[in-house]
């Protein structure tokens, strides 16, 4: 069944990206570097999105070996995946800090706030079979959308700080004197 098998990729997905996130949360913070409530939630949100969606995909898995048809299987699965991704809204609405980011922070964030309700409406009509006639497709849909919120946190997480020394250093050269190169 190749549904299962694409389940293997973003359970073990899931997993290295969650384990190099610790990783990279655990060696990055260097001492005069701000940690501030912004990477913290974005670190969370990393580990907590990777690890319940490995869970989801272990969930299916386990299930498939029992005697139901697929359709109860993408059902189950799929309001799984609509309670688990509604958790994950309200955990980060609760947490949102958007006083201090920039307009195309604030129009992101909405987008994917959207972007997720939308995958707990998907699912939640494939799960009632309104719609969709419980299958796996929307099920994934919501695999990818969330390996994708997975790696732009991760992305960012890499690379603000370096984008930071780049800045300091930048400022540092700007302040330096010149010499008189002819």
């Known amino acids: 069944m190749k549904e299962m098998e694409q389940l293997i990729v973003a359970l073990e997905s899931c997993i290295v990206l969650a384990g190099f996130a610790a ?6 913070p260097k001492k005069g570097r701000n940690i501030t409530k912004g990477r913290i939630v974005s670190l969370a949100m990393i580990i907590y999105i990777s690890l319940v969606n490995a869970l ?10 029992f005697d139901i048809s697929e359709q109860s299987l993408w059902s189950a699965s799929s309001a799984a995946m609509s309670l688990a991704t509604t958790f994950s809204i309200i955990y980060l609405w609760q947490k949102k800090r958007l006083k201090s980011v920039s307009i195309a922070a604030k129009i992101t964030y909405f987008l994917l706030f959207g972007f997720a309700g939308t995958m707990v409406f998907i ?3 494939n799960a009632f079979g309104i719609i969709f006639n419980k299958e796996f497709a929307p099920y994934f ?4 959308f969330n390996l994708f919120v997975v790696g732009y946190a991760f992305s960012r997480l890499l690379m603000r700080p370096l984008w930071e020394v780049v800045r300091e250093n930048e400022l540092k050269n700007l302040h ?3 010499a008189n190169v002819r």
């Open 141 to 144: 849909l919501s695999f990818i």
């Open 123 to 125: 699912n939640l009509l």
């Open 23 to 28: 990783i990279v949360g655990t060696l990055q």
């Open 176 to 178: 330096k004197p010149r």
């Open 56 to 65: 989801l995909a272990g969930f299916t898995l386990a299930l498939s070996n």
